[in-house]
């Protein structure tokens, strides 16, 4: 398997525009996870899903903020409008059941 | 409410030297917990996992973490650290059955030739 997938990898976008990360989990895992991590705050869960259903979104930061995922195999984070704090390395993960979780490598947001 | 705290921010070792980095977890039940290791620029990878059993788990890279349920800890231990062992490492607690993690703060690990 590739591992969890996420794209792009780096992202550099001015203040007020819409921002779109990307992931792919591994086939068959049932758990789907979005983290932001920046020096300051450290890893933050910002929302996960559990069969395509957002279960818990109460880290997500604000209403620009919005995920889905239209299916077992695909999933999307929004900011919009992005603003320079948004500026950090956003996680996809993913699980079977709640075991261990893997990792994508991430996506490097750079809000100017 | 599960929380998990490494109390070393930052800990230099020198190459060859023993290590261990320390976890604390606050959690009722029997909890699964993690270790996560990330190199500069990466993602997180799982070095070993414990959810039963021995409480000596062996993981990757030559890493093992003992669970003691009696002090709520899961330090990890390395006999002799590698200069390519210099990163950041994550303690984790899997929160009731909801399959999120909690992470500790992370522990960066700088290694001294």
């Known amino acids: 398997d590739a591992g969890v997938i996420q794209s792009p990898r780096h992202e550099v976008t001015e203040m007020g525009q819409e921002v779109t990360l990307r992931c792919k989990p591994i086939s068959g895992h049932d758990y789907l996870f979005w983290y932001r991590q920046t020096m300051m705050r450290g890893l933050e869960l910002l929302i996960y899903?559990?069969?395509?259903?957002?279960?818990?979104d109460s880290g997500m930061p604000e209403d620009r903020f919005s995920a889905k995922m239209p299916n077992a195999s695909f999933s999307t984070l929004k900011i919009q409008p992005s603003e320079p704090r948004d500026s950090a390395v956003y996680f996809c993960a993913s699980s079977f059941n709640t075991g261990e979780q893997f990792f994508g490598p991430g996506t490097r947001l750079t809000v100017l | 409410a599960q929380s998990v705290t490494q109390p070393d921010i930052h800990i230099t070792v020198s190459e060859g030297a023993s290590l261990e980095l320390r976890c604390n977890y606050s959690y009722g039940a029997t909890p699964y917990l993690f270790w996560y290791v990330q190199s500069p620029g990466q993602g997180l990878q799982l070095l070993l996992k414990?959810?039963?059993?021995?409480?000596l788990v062996q993981g990757i890279k030559g890493f093992e973490a003992e669970f003691k349920r009696s002090q709520s800890s899961f330090n990890l231990r390395k006999p002799s650290v590698h200069w390519s062992d210099a990163a950041e490492y994550f303690c984790a607690v899997v929160s009731g059955n909801t399959g999120k993690l909690i992470f500790g703060q992370g522990t960066t690990l700088q290694v001294k030739p």
């Open positions: 414990y959810f039963s059993g021995d409480t």
């Open positions: 899903f559990n069969n395509n259903v957002p279960i818990d």
